[in-house]
């Protein structure tokens, strides 16, 4: 069912952005790459064009400039055409007591894990309700539902992505613009690791998620879940 949708896939360069890209190239479908590290980009286009003829295109830079952000949504407009399926993965995430978190490490966590996507959505999701089918997915957190300490800023992010993807889910849902926001535990990601006093062994596999996100969205009849909680089985 996914076979052809065109797909922007954002923070394609980390662990789990990369390995969501991967499992919708295996559903054939074409794929606009976007993450800060450009080199990881190249390699994961290439590796995604040894497995598949589809179209993949990437395209390094930090999405909290507004210029940058402005140059991929146009570039990927130009190089696929209309966008069918958006996948907001890239975050940043911020380990510090609430007293030594400063104003730009706020600016900074709110420009790319609510901003970004906000422009995103807001971007690509008259085209998917003009075809009457689209697909957005937003990667939240269990910080979405919780609030650990010495991450007040991400937790708060991601209550207002959880935020976005409720309001968006209801103001589309009749147009069959399904909205998700898939929020995993602890990802065994480079991200992950700066998680403290939890065993990495227990966190999830970027590699279930992604499959997990696939198989979710490709439902298209009357059965919807649009929150997904992920949660691990070994909690220490």
């Known amino acids: 069912m996914l076979a052809g949708k065109n797909v922007f896939i954002t923070g394609a360069s980390g662990g789990l952005g990369s390995q969501i890209a991967l499992e919708f190239a295996k559903q054939g479908c074409n794929l606009y790459l976007t993450g ?25 830079g930090d999405l909290e400039c507004p210029q940058q952000l402005e140059h991929v949504i146009s570039d990927a407009k130009r190089k696929l055409g209309e966008i069918d399926i958006l996948v907001n993965c890239a975050g940043v995430f911020v380990v510090k007591e609430l007293k030594a978190t400063s104003n730009e ?9 609510v901003k970004v996507p906000f422009v995103l959505c807001r971007e690509f999701i008259g085209a998917m309700a003009k075809n009457k089918w689209g697909r957005i997915i937003n990667i939240g957190s269990s910080s ?6 010495e991450t007040s800023v991400y937790c708060a992010s991601k209550h ?19 909205v998700f926001c898939f929020s995993p535990g602890s990802i065994k990601t480079e991200m992950g690791k700066q ?6 062994d227990t966190f999830i596999s970027p590699e279930e998620i992604a499959r997990y996100i696939t ?22």
């Open 215 to 236: 198989f979710c969205i490709s439902f298209d009849k009357e059965m919807v879940s649009n929150e997904i909680q992920l949660k691990r089985v070994d909690v220490q």
């Open 144 to 149: 979405s539902y919780n609030g650990f300490k």
């Open 160 to 178: 207002a992505l959880l935020g976005l993807s409720r309001s968006l889910h209801d103001e589309y849902a009749d147009k069959n613009v399904r």
């Open 36 to 60: 800060r590290q450009g080199e990881k980009l190249v390699e994961l286009a290439e590796r995604l064009g040894l497995q598949t003829s589809k179209n993949i295109f990437w395209e390094s």
């Open 105 to 113: 490490d706020f600016d900074s966590t709110m420009n790319l894990n």
């Open 195 to 200: 998680v403290k006093n939890q065993d990495f």
